[in-house]
């Protein structure tokens, strides 16, 4: 028998393996999908002033989180700006860990599809919302529900299939 437990380990280990090798690397679990969002008061970019998600009580809205030194969200801007008068929604861009003279000149040249950017300085926003890293993407409904959570840069496939769905379930939901 003893001759056989090798054999048992290696089959154990490559059925793990071919297990995970089918794993989508982007979907990332997270725990705060169903549960209340972070609420939190940060300035806006433009200098206007302060934001608190209290001001989007009873509507959905979908946070994106970006970066001028993020090279995912090159690719992903140009669906962002194509998608944002499709949403129906409002779309809140969260610069993560960056410096507003960056931030600004980005959204510059590139065009400014949010309709409320937000500077997470320290980063601690993001971490409340369990950013491993940027882009990333959450609908909340109106009630402050995280019902959607997309890890990397969105395309019009994800629009399609996971954002718009989302609010969509969140409309429902707030009228309940």
């Known amino acids: ?83 944002k008068d499709k949403l129906g929604a409002p779309l809140v861009g969260l610069a993560y860990k960056d410096a507003d003279d960056d931030a600004k000149k980005w959204l510059a040249g590139r065009g400014n599809p949010y309709s409320q950017v937000l500077a997470d300085r320290d980063g601690r926003v993001g971490i409340d919302f369990g950013v491993y890293g940027v882009p990333e993407t959450f609908v909340i409904d109106g009630k402050g529900i995280i019902r959607l959570k997309h890890t990397g840069p969105v395309t019009d496939e994800v629009f399609k299939d996971k954002i718009i769905p989302a609010l969509q379930s969140a409309r429902v939901a707030g009228a309940q």
């Open 1 to 83: 028998m003893k001759r056989f437990v090798p054999l048992i380990i290696f089959v154990a280990l490559a059925a793990l393996l071919s297990y995970g090798l089918r794993l989508n690397p982007r979907d990332i679990p997270s725990p705060l999908i169903g549960k209340p969002a972070p609420v939190f008061t940060l300035d806006r970019l433009d200098n206007s002033g302060q934001f608190s998600t209290a001001s989007l009580n009873g509507q959905p809205w979908v946070l994106n989180v970006w970066a001028s030194w993020c090279t995912a969200c090159v690719v992903e801007h140009p669906v962002l700006n194509a998608w």
